[in-house]
Each structure stands twice: as C-alpha cells, then as structure tokens.
C-alpha cells in the first residue's frame, strides 16, 4: 500500500491551497480517509476525515475554511483550504484506514503560510 501526497508549497496568509493524497495497492476497502497535521513541537492532529459513506468531521480551527473530499474511483482524499492563515503552517499527512490492514500515513507535505 502506498500513499502519494502532493499540493503543498507556501502561500500567503488569505491564500487557497489544495492538497491530494491517492493510495495504490489496495486489496481490501477503504473506510476513512483523513488529513492531519504537525506544526514544530506540537503534536500531530486531526484536521479533517471523511468517512466511505461521505460523513466529514473537521477540526474547530478549520471549519468553515477546509473542505475535505474524496473520489472512491481514484482511491483518493482531498484538502480544499481556503482563507489560510499563519497557524496553519504545519506538515500536513494523509492518512487511509483499509479494511482488514489497518491505517497508512501519507510520506507528508508541508504547507507554508507567510503573514
């Protein structure tokens, strides 16, 4: 199983990036995919998932300004994020749970927001 991220790069802050992640080499479904994220000494957290049947959970930080989607022919999650602010900078991972396999992580992309 492999994951392919792209989309990453620096922006200034009110910008729009977008970012992609497909996962080759399934053998069983997918269930959830999702994007997290890892600023410099903080944590990695969960900024949006999207369930197989289309249900999405955000983070509070993001909603309203990312939109998380997903094209089940192409086994491949989106990050629509709009209106970016500085606190967004961040390495920004993909993440697939397959069934029966259990979760992938994404190699990451870094996002960049100048001020």
């Known amino acids: 199983v492999q994951l392919v991220e792209s989309g990453g790069g620096l922006v200034q802050a009110g910008g729009s990036l977008r970012l992609s992640c497909a996962t080759s080499g399934i053998i069983f479904s997918i269930n959830a995919m999702g994007w997290y994220r890892q600023a410099p000494g903080n944590q990695r957290e969960l900024v949006a998932l999207?369930?197989?049947?289309?249900?999405?959970n955000y983070a509070d930080s993001v909603k309203g300004r990312f939109t998380i989607s997903r094209d089940n022919a192409k086994n491949t999650v989106y990050l629509q994020m709009n209106s970016l602010k500085p606190e967004d900078t961040a390495v920004y991972y993909c993440n697939t749970q397959i069934a029966r396999l259990g979760d992938y992580w994404g190699q990451g992309t870094q996002v960049t927001v100048s001020s």
């Open positions: 999207i369930t197989n049947g289309g249900s999405t």
